[in-house]
């Protein structure tokens, strides 16, 4: 079997660190090549950390390399194609974050239009297998109608974040009609765990928590999430990057766009104020937090924020379908994972 050479973009960050240490069990793949450009959009340290512990886990017979760079340069992406020749692209770099996106819009241009457009141009002049592309729930935008399937339409982005990913979708479109590029897009619901996102609740709430902050609770409590751990993100990539989107004839005689979209969520929505229970339960359970802590004196219920939307729940259906996966980690589970190594990374 000839093993692949893949390439991860954003592999600094929380799920892409995650899959190429999956990926380093795969065996499939001989060469992985991870770019990210370690912006400071939150705690270098962590992605630095992450990192690490890649180097530390590569396989003696899998060749890895990291490249420190931006996907907006589109002469570094040309001449990593050109150099590596993957056959698997999965690109997860992205300037992520909804509220963010209110302050600085322009970060958000350049990485996930310019930079993802850089990528559908390499896979375009040096032909790839399959391009896995990280979009997101926060397309459905206001969507009434749940559980989100990916049949409803998204054109009604509300956050800036939002239109980029819904672009990224709409421009892997155009190339897989256009050069008949296997593309595959996956909307991701809220994903936690260890070493995760600092900006995301769990992690802000864990570290308001520690120092005696008060921590909000946005919608009076009233949001519901479909938090998903992130080895089940992981475990969906993995089976979905295996299976391309057949390029196939239709009856012009013009290839039918080999696309396709999958939602990767937990299927059960969470009310944000069972979730903050359970996270002070297993923040007390493994010693981040005493046993006595009051929670009560450090909650606020706040109105909803811009960009938000009250609630985010996947139809993931048609990935149990194609690829026989669905997620399968409690809240509980992930947060007791995310609770012990946040002791040991920043409490010892």
């Known amino acids: 079997m000839n093993r692949k050479t893949v390439l991860v973009t954003g592999g600094a960050g929380f799920i892409g660190s995650n899959l190429i240490k999956r990926l380093f069990t795969e065996?499939?793949?001989?060469?992985?090549?991870?770019?990210?450009?370690?912006?400071?959009?939150?705690?270098?340290?962590?992605?630095?950390?992450?990192?690490?512990?890649?180097?530390?886990?590569?396989?003696?017979?899998?060749?890895?390399?990291?490249?420190?760079?931006?996907?907006?340069?589109?002469?570094?992406?040309?001449?990593?194609?050109?150099?590596?020749?993957?056959?698997?692209?999965?690109?997860?770099?992205?300037?992520?974050?909804?509220?963010?996106?209110?302050?600085?819009?322009?970060?958000?241009?350049?990485?996930?239009?310019?930079?993802?457009?850089?990528?559908?141009?390499?896979?375009?002049?040096?032909?790839?297998?399959?391009?896995?592309?990280?979009?997101s729930s926060s397309v459905y935008g206001g969507n009434k109608k749940v559980p989100f399937s990916t049949d409803d339409r998204v054109d009604n982005p509300v956050s800036?974040?939002?239109?980029t990913k819904k672009s990224n979708e709409l421009m892997a479109h155009c190339y897989s009609k256009l050069y008949d590029?296997?593309?595959?897009?996956?909307?991701?619901?809220?994903?936690?765990?260890?070493?995760?996102?600092?900006?995301?609740?769990?992690?802000?709430?864990?570290?308001?928590?520690?120092?005696?902050?008060?921590?909000?609770?946005?919608?009076?409590?009233?949001?519901?999430?479909?938090?998903?751990?992130?080895?089940?993100i992981v475990e969906g990539i993995v089976r979905v990057m295996e299976g391309a989107p057949e390029r196939k004839k239709g009856e012009d005689g013009l290839p039918v766009p080999p696309y396709a979209i999958y939602n990767i969520g937990g299927g059960q929505p969470e009310n944000l104020l069972d979730f903050v229970q359970i996270l002070q339960e297993e923040l007390v359970r493994a010693g981040v937090l005493p046993e006595d802590y009051d929670f009560e004196a450090h909650k606020q219920l706040v109105p909803m924020q811009p960009g938000d939307v009250p609630t985010t729940y996947?139809?993931?259906?048609?990935?149990?379908?194609d690829?026989?996966?669905?997620?399968?980690?409690?809240?509980?589970?992930?947060?007791?994972k995310f609770a012990k190594w946040y002791k040991e990374y920043y409490t010892n």
């Open 314 to 321: 996947a139809d993931a259906t048609a990935l149990e379908r």
């Open 160 to 163: 800036l974040y939002a239109a």
């Open 27 to 135: 065996k499939k793949y001989q060469t992985i090549v991870n770019i990210d450009n370690l912006n400071d959009y939150y705690d270098v340290s962590l992605k630095e950390w992450r990192l690490k512990e890649l180097e530390r886990l590569v396989p003696s017979d899998v060749n890895y390399t990291f490249v420190k760079g931006d996907l907006a340069d589109k002469t570094l992406i040309d001449q990593i194609f050109e150099q590596y020749h993957p056959q698997v692209v999965v690109n997860l770099a992205a300037q992520a974050g909804v509220r963010y996106s209110i302050e600085n819009p322009d970060a958000y241009i350049q990485s996930n239009i310019i930079g993802f457009y850089n990528i559908l141009e390499a896979c375009r002049n040096y032909p790839v297998e399959h391009l896995v592309y990280a979009s």
């Open 181 to 232: 590029i296997p593309t595959t897009g996956l909307r991701f619901f809220t994903v936690y765990g260890p070493a995760g996102r600092p900006d995301m609740a769990y992690f802000g709430f864990t570290n308001k928590l520690l120092k005696g902050d008060t921590i909000q609770i946005y919608n009076y409590g009233n949001c519901r999430r479909d938090f998903t751990y992130v080895d089940d």
């Open 323 to 336: 690829f026989g996966f669905t997620p399968k980690i409690t809240l509980r589970e992930g947060l007791r």
